[in-house]
């Protein structure tokens, strides 16, 4: 088994506003049942969104004064942060929003400056590690990310993520796991597809659990879409005329509640 002896901590941050019921978190407790095959593990879910959070006043006192400490108390943060630095595997959880994190997560992210060091005016490195350099650096670590999205494919759109967390941690500081057309996939319950898209993700917790990594070939794999090009525009034109019969029949007072 990989980094330290005995049973794995595995952190999840669910940064959907959906919570429980975020189709991305269908394919992440796939992966974790993956995990669970080969190895007992210390579970726990944080659901961002139910956190009390306030947004960073940009002080930068976790970069001088209180050096890695954050002045703001009276909130989770710390709370997360603590998790975070006792956690073996830490995996971010959340859909891709207008091509960027849920601004609930953004918040999350924004707070946890104080895990990264001090800017002192360098230049971004050349070897694709962390910007700043990670303030408690653990090499037995490990950082995955497992978002999805209702596009096509991943190929692009996911641009502005992979360059905010290539900045954050370094390009080879954690494992991105982009996937697409999971809501329409999730919400056509049809179970016997569902379950073949999802053991890939299982197969691949199961691997990472017995590995400590997951190489270019699974990752790929698993951003492979569950549907034909042709198939997901049927299926997306169905949805949007669904929704406009939908609004047709609701009435404005409802609909200004959604």
């Given at each position: 088994m990989w980094g330290n002896p005995g049973k794995k901590?595995?952190?999840?941050?669910?940064?959907?506003?959906?919570?429980?019921?975020?189709?991305?978190?269908?394919?992440?407790?796939?992966?974790?049942?993956?995990?669970?095959?080969?190895?007992?593990i210390d579970l726990e879910i944080i659901n961002v969104q139910?956190?009390?959070?306030?947004?960073?006043?940009?002080?930068?006192?976790?970069?001088?004064?209180?050096?890695g400490e954050c002045i703001i108390k009276d909130d989770d943060v710390a709370m997360v942060k603590e998790k975070i630095l006792g956690a073996d595997i830490i995996i971010e959880s959340f859909p891709l929003f207008f091509f960027?994190?849920?601004?609930?997560?953004?918040?999350?992210?924004?707070?946890?400056?104080?895990?990264?060091?001090?800017?002192?005016?360098h230049k971004p490195p050349e070897d694709?590690?962390?910007f700043h350099g990670l303030r408690y650096y653990d090499p037995n670590k490990r950082f995955i990310i497992?978002?999805?999205?209702?596009?096509?494919?991943?190929?692009?759109?996911?641009?502005?993520?992979k360059a905010q967390f290539d900045y954050i941690v370094g390009k080879d500081g954690y494992y991105g796991i982009y996937v697409p057309?999971?809501?329409?996939?999730?919400?056509?319950?049809?179970?016997?597809k569902t379950n073949r898209f999802l053991e890939k993700f299982i197969q691949a917790g199961k691997q990472f659990m017995e590995?400590?990594?997951?190489?270019?070939?699974?990752?790929?794999?698993?951003s492979k879409p569950?549907?034909?090009?042709?198939?997901?525009?049927?299926?997306?034109?169905?949805?949007?005329?669904?929704?406009?019969?939908?609004?047709?029949?609701?009435?404005?007072k409802i609909l200004k509640q959604c």
């Open positions: 901590k595995v952190l999840v941050i669910n940064g959907s506003p959906k919570q429980n019921k975020s189709s991305t978190m269908v394919i992440t407790n796939a992966f974790i049942e993956g995990l669970k095959m080969s190895s007992d139910s956190l009390r959070i306030k947004p960073c006043i940009d002080c930068l006192s976790c970069w001088g004064r209180t050096e960027s994190m849920p601004g609930i997560l953004k918040l999350l992210t924004d707070r946890l400056l104080s895990m990264m060091l001090t800017y002192r005016g694709g590690t962390s497992i978002s999805s999205c209702a596009y096509t494919e991943v190929d692009k759109v996911y641009d502005a993520v057309q999971v809501k329409t996939l999730v919400e056509l319950n049809s179970e016997s590995e400590g990594s997951l190489d270019s070939e699974t990752l790929k794999s698993l569950p549907f034909s090009e042709r198939a997901y525009k049927i299926f997306l034109d169905q949805f949007w005329q669904e929704e406009k019969k939908w609004k047709r029949h609701v009435p404005l």
